[in-house]
């Protein structure tokens, strides 16, 4: 190939799709909207998701739960840092897409998606730890052997931040996932192109379908449906603004939604566990022990 | 002569003499017994016998923001204090109440109807035994895996319910204090004087004023203390609706909150199960404390081919169980709490009965004043009926089958409830892989209704978020110290 062929080549655009239950659809709606960079230069068209798109989404999350809460603890584990495998290999891809959709060098994308690849690997490390940082056997007054062991709560519909396109996005799904959850996710409405290429990564990495689902749209349009969906367990509002937290905290009060209100948080530092307690159930199970014990043996 | 009557119990009747019960009784803010700013009182009754035991102030709005104001003044000092020094406070707490256990018991019967025999034995021990859990943490907080020094968050404005007044008074406080916090609690109507006795176990611990706040009232007191904008954490104990409506009113806000709600529990009896052992587990499990309890074993999911031996073996054994007067020891099942409850169980009993679910109750006579309701069973229950699906709230047993494990798991898990489950079977790993299944915060694998401060205690789904007591029960008080940003 010589290099004037290479330099009048045409390339190809990519159709951004949803990420639904493991495939790629377009919006319910065929609705798209424009994506620019920071410049206002246009990106590409990414699907406009409807209310139907959302709710499809859950049908989607709720089928993978079982499995995926029921997968070892040390299967989540691997899975999870299959996707810091997988995106590691795409790195390019990512940083360009990272440098247009936040409006920062290459060298700044550059550490913003080392950032995220190391976040997946610190969260796929936690799969297994959590339980026992959190549960435990608790010393009841009597004869009975009692365990407190955490649990995922279910189907979590995540609201990602709208100013960090990528290592936001990351910071706020890892957790929900590590933990056996499975989620709908609301894409920053202004640069959801990260967010979507992250759904080829997550196909491509052991990931079941559904457990993660990606939509991109309106922010308000699509949270509204998942806030008041009666079988969405929870709901993380860190990208949604004051006034939309507000009324997406009333809609999910009608079956009692675990909800994390928006907070300040500065993605580049190393979190803590309150994004992985945040959507996890205790289950205390008591049995009676008998009269026989080893430290009352006289053995 | 008859064998049952020459083996009679003879009356075993609790002393009244024990407590001391004054005329009336005021609010109780910053130390002081006050009345209500706008005068208004309200009567609280014995359910066992419809007497009169004291006229108590009726806490308004104004009167909720002059708590509040104790609190917050109080909170400075309070949350400063080392750990050390506020776990001597709850330990003086645990141990009064250990001491006044026989007055606090005998009064919580008269108050609230349920049997002595049931105060003296669970409800205080456990009141005691929390304060006792709790007030060790104070000084233990930095190793409660929060992050190091976590921080209390402020006035806690809580609000109890009339199932176990003083029991839910002590979930509530005794982890709120111990945090560095500082309190305002709204006992329910109906059971307000343990509450108000307690006030006086916290002048007698020289317990510094407006740390502990106790304003009796109705639900628009308790609204206005969940509204108050200088409230940082709300902690509920109640109904589904209201837990919601408190959910909604906080949406916005930076109030931390915790909701213990309703709950429909299933208890699994499998055909392995030690029978006579279910049986007493089925009966504590519904009722105890006239079933009267979020985490009731309402439902009870029998296997088919023992649920013929089952539910005979359960009505033999409810035959025995003695109805009356709360404070004969002998008692088994006391008094509904209210005139208001016992209208509604018998609602819900009577549309059991008209849906065609089949009812039964022991022979049993019922007292001629009070609030009385007989332990009732209903069989040939489908999951579409009422009495399988709502919150009944009193001693009413639903009976419904199952052929497999697979099939028990999907009725027990079929309610927007999710706060308990029980499970009887000889076999292990069908404890353990049914109990996994089952979503709900607690489950109990051949026994029920069991308490203690060390283990948490809490719903799934619509049974509320957060849980109270052990370790967990410590995160709703506090503010961690996250990494991740400001707070």
């Known amino acids: 190939m010589s290099t004037v062929e290479q330099q009048n080549r045409l390339s190809v655009f990519k159709t951004y799709k949803l990420y639904v239950g493991g495939k790629f659809p377009r919006s319910e709606s065929g609705r798209v909207y424009e994506v620019t960079d920071s410049k206002g230069n246009w990106l590409a068209n990414a699907p406009q998701s409807s209310r139907k798109d959302a709710r499809d989404a859950v049908v989607a999350a709720r089928k993978a739960f079982g499995g995926w809460s029921g997968a070892t603890a040390y299967n989540r584990g691997q899975v999870l840092y299959r996707v810091a495998e997988m995106l590691e290999g795409r790195r390019d891809q990512f940083v360009r897409e990272v440098a247009d959709a936040d409006g920062i060098s290459k060298q700044k994308a550059g550490a913003v998606v080392d950032a995220a690849v190391d976040r997946w690997v610190w969260y796929a490390g936690w799969t297994d730890k959590i339980g026992q940082i959190v549960g435990g056997a608790n010393p009841v007054a009597g004869p009975f052997f009692n365990l407190s062991t955490p649990e995922p709560t279910g189907v979590v519909a995540v609201v990602a931040p709208q100013d960090s396109s990528f290592l936001g996005l990351v910071s706020v799904v890892a957790p929900v996932i590590a933990t056996g959850n499975t989620a709908v996710v609301i894409a920053s409405a202004k640069s959801p192109l990260p967010a979507l290429s992250l759904g080829e990564v997550l196909a491509t990495s052991d990931l079941p379908g559904g457990v993660v689902n990606v939509l991109s749209g309106k922010t308000a349009e699509i949270a509204a449906p998942l806030a008041a969906h009666q079988d969405v367990n929870a709901i993380d509002l860190t990208g949604a603004d004051a006034e939309l937290a507000r009324d997406l905290e009333i809609a999910a009060a009608d079956n009692l939604k675990r909800v994390l209100r928006p907070q300040a948080v500065d993605f580049t530092a190393t979190p803590g566990t309150e994004r992985l307690t945040a959507f996890l159930e205790t289950k205390t199970v008591w049995h009676p022990t008998g009269a026989l014990g080893v430290s009352g043996s006289s053995y | ?399 419904l089958s199952f052929r497999t494990p697979d099939e028990a798991v999907a009725k027990a898990n079929n309610t927007q409830y999710g706060l308990s489950a029980g499970i009887w079977t000889e076999k292990g790993s069908r404890i353990l892989a049914v109990a996994n299944k089952l979503r709900a915060g607690v489950v109990w694998a051949n026994t029920f209704n069991k308490l203690d401060p060390t283990s948490p205690f809490g719903g799934y789904k619509e049974s509320g978020y957060g849980r109270e007591g052990g370790r967990h029960g410590l995160e709703a008080y506090l503010a961690p110290s996250s990494p991740e940003g400001k707070r």
């Not at chain 2, 008269?110 to 205080?124: A, M, V």
Request: charged share 20%.
């Open chain 2, 1 to 399: 002569m008859a064998l049952s009557s020459a083996f009679e119990y003879a009356p075993a009747p609790e002393s009244r003499s024990v407590v001391d019960i004054a005329p009336s009784y005021g609010l109780f803010i910053d130390g002081e017994f006050t009345e209500a700013a706008d005068g208004k009182v309200f009567k609280t009754v014995s359910p066992s016998t419809e007497e009169v035991l004291s006229e108590v102030a009726r806490a308004g709005t104004a009167d909720v923001d002059r708590a509040v104001q104790a609190a917050r003044k109080a909170f400075t000092k309070w949350s400063a204090l080392p750990g050390s020094e506020r776990a001597k406070y709850l330990f003086r707490i645990a141990r009064i109440i250990q001491e006044r256990s026989r007055e606090l018991a005998v009064l919580e019967t008269l108050d609230n109807g349920k049997p002595i025999k049931e105060t003296r034995d669970t409800d205080l021990p456990l009141v005691a035994a929390h304060f006792f859990y709790y007030a060790g943490w104070a000084d233990k907080l930095d190793h409660a895996g929060f992050g190091a020094n976590p921080r209390p968050l402020g006035v806690a404005g809580q609000v109890i319910p009339w199932n176990f007044p003083l029991l839910m008074l002590a979930w509530k406080i005794a982890p709120a204090l111990a945090t560095g916090n500082t309190v305002v609690l709204k006992p329910a109507e109906t059971t307000p004087l343990s509450a108000l006795f307690f006030a006086d176990i916290c002048r007698q611990a020289g317990l510094p004023k407006g740390v502990v706040n106790i304003l009796p009232g109705y639900g628009d007191a308790g609204a206005a203390l969940v509204e108050h904008p200088d409230v940082n954490k709300v902690a509920f104990t109640g109904s589904t609706a209201v837990g919601k409506a408190i959910a909604r009113s906080v949406a916005g806000t930076e109030k931390k909150v915790t909701l213990e709600l309703g709950g429909k529990g299933a208890n699994i009896v499998f055909d392995d199960a030690p029978v006579d052992q279910a049986v007493e587990g089925i009966v504590t499990g519904i009722f105890f404390n006239q079933g009267q309890v979020c985490c009731a074993g309402s439902r009870l999911l029998v296997q088919e081919s023992v649920q013929e031996e089952v539910v005979d073996a359960l009505k033999r054994r409810l035959a025995t169980l003695r109805l009356g007067d709360p404070l004969d020891k002998n008692t088994d099942i006391g008094a509904i709490n209210s005139a208001e409850q016992l209208a509604r169980i018998q609602k819900l009993a009577d549309t059991g009965e008209a849906e065609g679910a089949e009812r039964w109750s022991p022979a049993c006579e019922l007292p001629t004043s009070g609030y009385w309701f007989a332990p009732t069973v209903f069989t040939g229950v489908t999951q579409a009926h009422t009495v399988a699906r709502d919150e009944i709230f009193g001693p009413v047993l639903s009976v």
